[in-house]
């Protein structure tokens, strides 16, 4: 009886302890201020998507944190993405938004990018990127023949190596012979867009599911003070890229199946945008909370409401799903990266 009683007490008190050890972990983030790093100045795409999600995130993770959102600028957010790596705090407190291009600029190996995207820690991402160009109603590009004339360069704003903007101009300069004049630089699309209505550069590239967002009145306006979309990604339900040229289709017709396997070959970051992501090493409980919290709030409806409002495309993808798509590019054939090596530049 007394070694029966003893067992009693021992299990309850063992049970006890799981559960106080299951209400801590449970209100790890109680009291606590997630700061989100945006790598992009305020106003562009990925600054949109993050203030909107931000705001209905807290209220689906455990303990209920305030959020503030910090936009750390530079080298087209690849400052962000090195302190996500390598100093921000390893406990789920700090969240990272930056180009996952440059997960393909590293299985490409820019010198320049020093990420190990195969460590960090994936949270998900709210959209499946479709990248598009458009130009200004003033610089009378329109067709394939506009974009290719060999006696006339096309100036296109763009932010750095790694980044829409400056990669796929280059990419379809090579694939398809277009003759984009790349002047990077800017910022963000922000900055890329005031150029373009200033006559400095003649159009820019960037994911649609941005432009469509962030250079609405461009798009609504008239004349040579209208953006107009040109070229996109892919087919989807929208009137404004019912005329527009679909890269693959082209790519495949002009170049052929070399250069259609190298345009896809870098297209494949695109399966996940603007994706939040947290340093190495954060403990397996506040990720699951994290990676729930973020597909709990894009499929909350009052999220859902604000976003089509605010037209946003919304496309989960979840963190798990993120480190297969790493993997993947990380795993990219010889002959892709060959193909691709001219988006880099690599120390002599």
């Given at each position: 009886?007394?070694?029966?009683?003893?067992?009693?007490?021992?299990?309850?008190?063992?049970l006890?302890?799981?559960?106080?050890?299951?209400?801590a972990?449970?209100?790890?983030?109680?009291?606590?201020?997630?700061?989100?790093?945006?790598?992009?100045a305020?106003?562009?795409?990925?600054?949109?998507?993050?203030?909107?999600?931000?705001?209905?995130l807290?209220?689906?993770?455990?303990?209920?944190?305030?959020?503030?959102?910090?936009?750390?600028?530079?080298a087209?957010?690849?400052?962000?993405?090195?302190?996500?790596?390598?100093r921000?705090?390893?406990?789920?407190?700090?969240?990272?938004?930056?180009?996952?291009?440059?997960?393909?600029?590293?299985?490409?190996?820019?010198?320049?990018?020093?990420?190990?995207?195969?460590?960090?820690?994936?949270?998900?991402?709210?959209?499946?990127g479709?990248?598009?160009?458009?130009?200004?109603?003033?610089?009378?590009?329109?067709?394939?023949?506009?974009?290719?004339?060999?006696?006339?360069?096309?100036?296109?704003?763009?932010?750095?190596?790694?980044?829409?903007?400056?990669?796929?101009?280059?990419?379809l300069?090579?694939?398809?012979?277009?003759n984009?004049?790349?002047?990077?630089?800017?910022?963000?699309?922000?900055?890329?867009?005031?150029?373009?209505?200033?006559?400095?550069?003649?159009?820019?590239?960037?994911?649609?599911?941005?432009?469509?967002?962030?250079?609405?009145?461009?798009?609504?306006?008239?004349?040579?003070?209208?953006?107009?979309?040109?070229?996109?990604?892919?087919?989807?339900?929208?009137?404004e890229?019912?005329?527009?040229?679909?890269?693959?289709?082209?790519?495949?017709?002009?170049?052929?199946?070399?250069h259609?396997?190298?345009?896809?070959?870098?297209?494949?970051?695109?399966?996940?945008?603007?994706?939040?992501?947290?340093?190495p090493?954060?403990?397996?409980?506040?990720?699951?909370?994290?990676?729930?919290?973020?597909?709990?709030?894009?499929?909350?409806?009052?999220?859902?409401?604000?976003?089509?409002?605010?037209?946003?495309?919304?496309?989960?993808?979840?963190?798990?799903?993120?480190?297969?798509?790493?993997?993947?590019?990380?795993?990219?054939?010889?002959?892709?990266?060959?193909?691709?090596?001219?988006?880099?530049?690599?120390?002599?």
């Amino acid at each position: 009886m007394i070694r029966k009683t003893g067992l009693a007490i021992a299990l309850v008190a063992a049970l006890a302890l799981t559960a106080g050890s299951a209400v801590a972990a449970d209100d790890f983030f109680k009291g606590k201020t997630i700061r989100v790093i945006v790598g992009y100045a305020p106003g562009g795409g990925y600054d949109t998507y993050t203030r909107q999600i931000v705001r209905h995130l807290g209220k689906h993770l455990a303990g209920n944190p305030s959020f503030i959102v910090q936009n750390m600028t530079g080298a087209g957010s690849l400052i962000a993405a090195n302190y996500i790596q390598k100093r921000a705090k390893r406990d789920g407190t700090v969240l990272g938004v930056w180009n996952n291009g440059f997960v393909t600029a590293q299985a490409l190996g820019d010198p320049k990018v020093r990420i190990k995207s195969q460590d960090l820690t994936w949270i998900g991402a709210p959209v499946k990127g479709i990248p598009a160009c458009a130009f200004m109603g003033w610089s009378g590009v329109r067709t394939l023949a506009d974009m290719s004339d060999p006696k006339k360069p096309i100036k296109m704003g763009g932010t750095r190596a790694g980044a829409t903007g400056v990669d796929l101009p280059k990419i379809l300069n090579k694939t398809i012979g277009t003759n984009f004049d790349v002047v990077a630089g800017y910022s963000g699309t922000a900055t890329s867009r005031i150029a373009m209505q200033s006559k400095e550069v003649a159009g820019a590239c960037w994911g649609w599911e941005s432009m469509r967002v962030t250079a609405r009145a461009m798009l609504d306006a008239k004349g040579d003070d209208k953006m107009i979309p040109v070229l996109t990604h892919r087919r989807i339900p929208d009137p404004e890229l019912k005329d527009a040229l679909i890269i693959p289709e082209v790519v495949a017709k002009v170049g052929g199946k070399q250069h259609l396997e190298t345009y896809t070959g870098w297209v494949n970051q695109y399966e996940f945008q603007r994706p939040f992501s947290a340093p190495p090493g954060v403990p397996a409980k506040q990720v699951e909370q994290l990676r729930t919290a973020f597909k709990k709030t894009l499929e909350d409806p009052a999220f859902l409401k604000e976003a089509k409002e605010a037209k946003l495309i919304i496309e989960y993808v979840s963190g798990q799903d993120i480190e297969k798509f790493v993997d993947q590019i990380l795993g990219m054939s010889a002959a892709s990266k060959e193909a691709l090596s001219f988006l880099v530049r690599k120390k002599k």
